[in-house]
T-cell receptor, first 111, second 113 residues
């Protein structure tokens, strides 16, 4: 079992709709969770970080964390063509001081 | 503010050659990381350094060595390059190992022929 799992996609969403991206992780002791966006040929850039159970909103982005279910999600409202990218879920395994990434979900926003 | 700087940006090696990828950060971060990215595989952790003076293996350490030269610099060495090491390599740093986000360099595209 991979430590951080994501559906690879591609996920195709119409412009203006809500895109929902999901991630599960295996280490119950993890405390810090991150969503990165990566455009083709570029470096990953941080979109959201979340540390507590519940929702965290930043503009069109909402991160959701459920530690009991070991589940993290990212919602993108009013999806734009510029949101087309690969989204990487990352988990800080505090017991070992390392950040592990999922394999990423490729999101495509269609006009 | 440069952030995380990697050199070189591109490199072609012959099988069996050695090379060192350099990484430096100017954010006074304690923790540094080396990842590789292959198509469809996301980012896989090679080695990391939680603090100056410490290094630990990640998910895919075989064929690599690292040196945390000082707080700013963390290098990755390929002693005898193999075609399987063809990949994009990213260096990253974070403020500490206790849960802060990582910031990435621009990447090194390495091809081993």
């Amino acid at each position: 079992q991979k430590e951080v799992e994501q559906n690879s996609g591609p996920l195709s969403v119409p412009e203006g709709a809500i895109a929902s991206l999901n991630c599960t992780y295996s280490d119950r002791g993890s405390q810090s969770f991150f969503w990165y966006r990566q455009y083709s040929g570029k470096s990953p850039e941080l979109i959201m970080s979340i540390y507590s159970n519940g929702d965290k909103e930043d503009g069109r982005f909402t991160a959701q964390l459920n530690k009991a279910s070991q589940y993290v999600s990212l919602l993108i409202r009013d999806s734009q063509p510029s949101d087309s990218a690969t989204y990487l879920c990352a988990v800080n395994y505090s017991s070992a001081s390392k950040i592990i990434f999922g394999s990423g979900t490729r999101l495509s926003i269609r006009p | 503010n440069a952030g995380v700087t990697q050199t070189p940006k591109f490199q072609v090696l012959k099988t069996g050659q050695s090379m060192t990828l350099q990484c430096a950060q100017d954010m006074n971060h304690n923790s540094m990381y080396w990842y590789r990215q292959d198509p469809g595989m996301g980012l896989r952790l090679i080695y990391y350094s939680a603090s100056e003076g410490t290094t630990d293996k990640g998910e895919v350490p075989n064929g690599y060595n690292v040196s945390r030269l000082n707080k700013r610099e963390f290098s990755l060495r390929l002693e005898s390059a193999a075609p399987s090491q063809t990949s994009v390599y990213f260096c990253a740093s974070s403020e500490n190992s206790g849960g802060t986000e990582a910031f990435f360099g621009q990447g090194t595209r390495l091809t081993v022929v």
